[in-house]
């Protein structure tokens, strides 16, 4: 048998996925999973209607690759009122399966071997290897947190119900540190905001420094992940909060990816857009034709129902309110569970991430149980809480370029339901 059936480009990605290996191990150990970022609650009834009733209705027959009509008007007139932008549907706007299928061929539609795409890390795992594929390179400029904070500091600021972010919250972005990486190969800088796994939600002061920044290097687009656009708290409004799309000097360089199935709590919904001037988008068409030709018409009408039906904002307020309670009754429960965590109060998103460091796991959970080699502090902490407590996290090593960072840092979801958050910060007690 030949032993170059598999492509070179292949090789690090053949292991089983992160994700599906913790949400095994959940199963396996009868854990409650707070480790995918999926919503363990039921999608909204209207989507299940709108589906059901298109289901009948719909030819089911092809329809326009880069998205059916109804769906592209609904979405355009969507973020027209939520966001302000105005968008040509027919020409800035493509739909394709999921924000990850929309991530794809954005970079295979902008990117070159040899290109260079900036993430800020921790950045979403699966931006590597679709950057990889195109042949270009990834390269992570880290955001660092400004302190570890006590839980007394955390808990001192928990008001009616929630617990405000602070300055002592925030990630920073090391300016001086991204210019010497940003050179004539740099081709694309992604912004996700809100951030998985950190909740980081870019202030309009760091777009401006951003935007300055890039003046320098007209080649770089911006693709922006608002995957969570729905979800920001605080002061931030859901869809309207400080963008790359809709900033003055960022916009036109601005590809932005969303995600109905995000949006309406349904991640197998498998429906992304992508929204951008016309020179970025019509590459982008092309990536989706080759790859999917078009979507589901059933998923894609109905989808356009739900955003017809909820664009009076407020299924997006009462969802934002929900995840913001579920984070703070997570965050509660961390800071006073028996692990010595440290955590930040996140901006937005369905995750937040706690500091390891002064926990001490159990030397048997530093190697692998199959191969035996040696894991990173976060892969031990996770298979220590799922074996001895009964709860699944995420560590967070393969979200930053440098793993001694990452093997600091762990992931959790709050996009639970109260019980199963209850059950879990129960357990961690
Ligand atoms: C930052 C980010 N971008 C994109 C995606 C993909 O979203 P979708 O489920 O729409 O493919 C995810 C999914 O977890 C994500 O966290």
Same mark, same amino acid.
């Given at each position: 048998m030949q032993d170059n059936i598999i492509a070179d480009r292949m090789a690090p990605y053949l292991q089983l996925q992160m994700y599906?290996?913790?949400?095994?191990?959940?199963?396996?150990?009868?854990c409650v999973n707070m480790g995918q970022g999926f919503p363990n609650f039921p999608p909204p009834q209207f989507l299940r209607q709108a589906i059901a009733e298109e289901a009948l209705t719909e030819s089911l027959q092809y329809t326009m690759t880069a998205g059916h009509p109804r769906l592209m008007k609904a979405a355009s007139d969507f973020f027209e009122k939520h966001m302000g932008v105005k968008v040509d549907s027919a020409k800035e706007m493509v739909a394709s399966s999921g924000a990850q299928s929309v991530l794809a061929c954005v970079f295979q539609a902008l990117l070159n071997p040899n290109d260079e795409v900036i993430c800020f890390d921790p950045a979403f795992d699966f931006y590597r290897p679709l950057i990889e594929f195109q042949g270009a390179k990834h390269v992570g400029v880290p955001l660092k947190p400004g302190q570890l904070n006590s839980k007394a500091s955390i808990l001192n600021r928990f008001e009616n119900g929630k617990i405000k972010f602070s300055k002592e919250d925030e990630w920073h972005l090391d300016y001086e540190y991204l210019e010497q990486k940003l050179n004539a190969k740099t081709k694309m800088i992604?912004? %996700?905001?809100?951030? /998985? &796994?950190?909740?980081?939600?870019?202030?309009?002061?760091? @777009?401006?420094?951003?935007?300055?920044?890039?003046?320098?290097h007209p080649q770089i687009i911006v693709c922006e992940d608002a995957a969570y656009h729905h979800v920001v708290?605080?002061?931030?409004?859901?869809?309207?909060?400080?963008?790359?799309?809709?900033?003055?000097?960022?916009?036109?360089?601005?590809?932005?990816?969303?995600?109905?199935?995000?949006?309406?709590?349904?991640?197998?919904?498998?429906?992304?857009?992508?929204?951008?001037?016309?020179?970025?988008?019509?590459?982008?068409?092309?990536?989706?034709?080759?790859? %999917?030709?078009?979507? /589901? &018409?059933?998923?894609?009408?109905?989808?356009?129902?739900? @955003?017809?039906?909820?664009?009076?904002?407020?299924?997006?307020?009462?969802?934002?309110?929900?995840?913001?309670?579920?984070?703070?009754m997570l965050l509660k429960g961390l800071l006073e569970s028996r692990l010595n965590l440290h955590c930040w109060v996140p901006q937005g998103g369905y995750f937040l991430v706690t500091d390891i460091s002064d926990v001490e796991i159990p030397e048997k959970y530093f190697k692998d149980d199959q191969d035996g080699h040696q894991l990173?502090?976060?892969?031990?902490?996770?298979?220590?809480?799922?074996?001895?407590?009964?709860?699944?996290?995420?560590?967070?090593?393969p979200y930053f370029e440098n793993k001694e960072l990452g093997s600091r840092f762990v992931r959790w979801a709050f996009c639970k339901t109260t019980e199963t958050i209850q059950d879990a910060c129960n357990r961690l007690k």
């Open positions: 599906a290996k913790f949400t095994q191990l959940a199963v396996k150990n009868s992604i912004l %996700n905001s809100p951030q /998985n &796994p950190i909740g980081k939600v870019f202030s309009i002061e760091e @777009l401006d420094r951003l935007a300055e920044i890039l003046e320098k708290f605080g002061g931030y409004q859901p869809f309207s909060y400080p963008r790359c799309i809709t900033h003055p000097k960022l916009k036109s360089k601005t590809v932005c990816v969303t995600s109905a199935g995000k949006m309406f709590s349904a991640t197998g919904l498998r429906i992304g857009f992508a929204m951008g001037d016309e020179k970025y988008i019509k590459a982008i068409k092309s990536a989706q034709t080759y790859h %999917n030709f078009c979507l /589901n &018409p059933v998923l894609q009408t109905a989808t356009a129902k739900c @955003l017809e039906q909820t664009i009076d904002g407020q299924y997006f307020t009462e969802i934002r309110d929900l995840y913001e309670e579920q984070s703070t990173t502090k976060d892969f031990a902490f996770a298979y220590y809480t799922a074996c001895e407590i009964g709860v699944v996290c995420i560590p967070c090593s």
